[in-house]
């Protein structure tokens, strides 16, 4: 089966149990994240895989049918890292936690790298789209239940719907990576927690919540 058909293919790997058979497949996952990230998802071969882990590439259909069986391993480690983190919008000051939230998992993505490869990909593999998609609504669940703890405590719009927000803050984070190609500068983490803050808090509840913490 040719490397272009490899996408259709593949299960979950049994994970070996012996020392040195887990060193080689974890060899051959740092690889495989490394050269995707690097040359993408097409571009990249089984083979490829294999010598820049150090191995033969018999080696790598011991552990993995395919390299799209390689990926889905590498996302079922590392899939929680890569969704957008859950803010904690009662802080006495939401919007600089919240900075401080996306800087560290933008930083995050940019080491794992794994990421880059997802859009060429997501479009015609139904599985690995409805992978993301549970792990996504899961992240849109714990905001939604963040977001109805701030409405509940007098803080939020009351004329907006929070499951309508929820999906808005995570399109708008989803899309920093984009604004940073397209731009070409560093993404302004404290613009942007500024901006997702005004969606959730009225400027006076925001004052009233910041008065309220330091009172505590």
Not at 48 to 76: C, M, N, P, W
Not at 182 to 199: F, M, T, V, W
């Amino acid at each position: 089966m040719s490397e272009n058909n490899e996408i259709q293919t593949g299960y979950f790997p049994t994970i070996p149990k012996q020392a040195r058979a887990l060193e080689k497949r974890q060899a051959l996952l740092k690889s495989g994240n490394i050269l995707f990230a690097e040359k993408g998802y097409e571009n990249t071969t089984a083979k490829e895989i294999a010598s820049h882990a150090g191995v033969a590439t018999g080696t790598f259909y011991r552990y993995f049918s395919d390299k799209r069986q390689l990926l889905l391993s590498l996302l079922k480690d590392k899939l929680e890292s890569m969704m957008p983190p859950e803010p904690n919008w009662l802080n006495v000051d939401p919007e600089s936690s919240l900075a401080i939230l996306l800087k560290a998992h933008f930083e995050r993505l940019d080491k794992l790298g794994l990421y880059r490869v997802l859009p060429e990909l997501l479009h015609r593999d139904e599985e690995l789209a409805e992978v993301l998609f549970e792990a996504k609504r899961k992240i849109y669940m714990q905001i939604l239940k963040g977001l109805e703890q701030v409405k509940e405590n007098g803080f939020a719009w009351e004329d907006l719907s929070l499951e309508t927000l929820s999906w808005s803050i995570i399109a708008l984070v989803e899309k920093i990576p984009e604004i940073q190609n397209e731009s070409g500068s560093n993404p302004d983490y404290d613009q942007i927690a500024k901006i997702i803050c005004r969606l959730v808090f009225p400027p006076e509840k925001m004052i009233q919540l910041k008065n309220l913490k330091r009172e505590e």
